[in-house]
């Protein structure tokens, strides 16, 4: 899944159609920029071909805005119980940020199975997975943070990852520059490791 970071409203709808037309129809647009929900109400409105997420949300209130901007799926960093229950309560599906087992453990007693490991590599990567598959056989992962093309096949080979995440995909370069022919062939690319 890509993980985009979006600096000026105008990038927003070209770059969701490059993803789209290169085969990942999802998108975690991140919470990191001022313009960020202007940006995923201009892509709820012009890319209907597109599943919409909200990245990087780290408050209750970020959660509702993501929403009502148009995210049909929220992505957390870390898990409190404020914020795991604020996002529970926009109705959305969403996966929640996890470290430790601890959290991961926090996070299924919460009734909650499909989670988002971060920072992935710094935290232990696809070893740090493997390990807990067998302890904690109902947690399911999206890592992200620090995966490239060249990682993501060990991590989608664990039997604990349903998919990962990566900002290789639409390198800041490559955004800046208007470059859509190389976010989709990046996306091509990303979507055949799945395959």
Do not use: H
Not at 70 to 97: C, E, Q
């Amino acid at each position: 899944m890509p993980v985009v970071v979006v600096d000026r409203v105008a990038d927003a709808v070209p770059l969701a159609r490059a993803l789209v037309a290169g085969g990942l129809p999802a998108i975690e647009l991140t919470l990191r920029t001022p313009v960020a929900l202007d940006a995923m109400r201009a892509i709820a409105a012009e890319v209907p071909g597109i599943l919409l997420g909200a990245g990087t949300v780290t408050t209750p209130a970020q959660a509702e805005a993501a929403v009502d901007a148009g995210a049909r799926f929220l992505v957390s960093p870390g898990a409190t119980p404020g914020l795991l229950a604020a996002m529970t309560a926009t109705g959305v599906p969403f996966l929640p940020g996890t470290a430790t087992v601890s959290e991961v453990l926090a996070v299924l007693e919460a009734g909650v199975t499909e989670m988002k490991f971060f920072p992935a590599e710094a935290a232990g990567g696809a070893p740090w997975l493997s390990s807990v598959a067998s302890p904690v056989p109902a947690a399911r992962f999206c890592p992200t943070g620090g995966i490239t093309a060249a990682s993501a096949p060990t991590y989608l080979a664990l039997p604990n990852v349903g998919c990962v995440g990566g900002s290789w995909i639409t390198p800041k370069d490559a955004v800046a520059a208007g470059d859509w022919d190389r976010v989709e062939q990046l996306a091509a690319q990303a979507a055949r490791l799945g395959a």
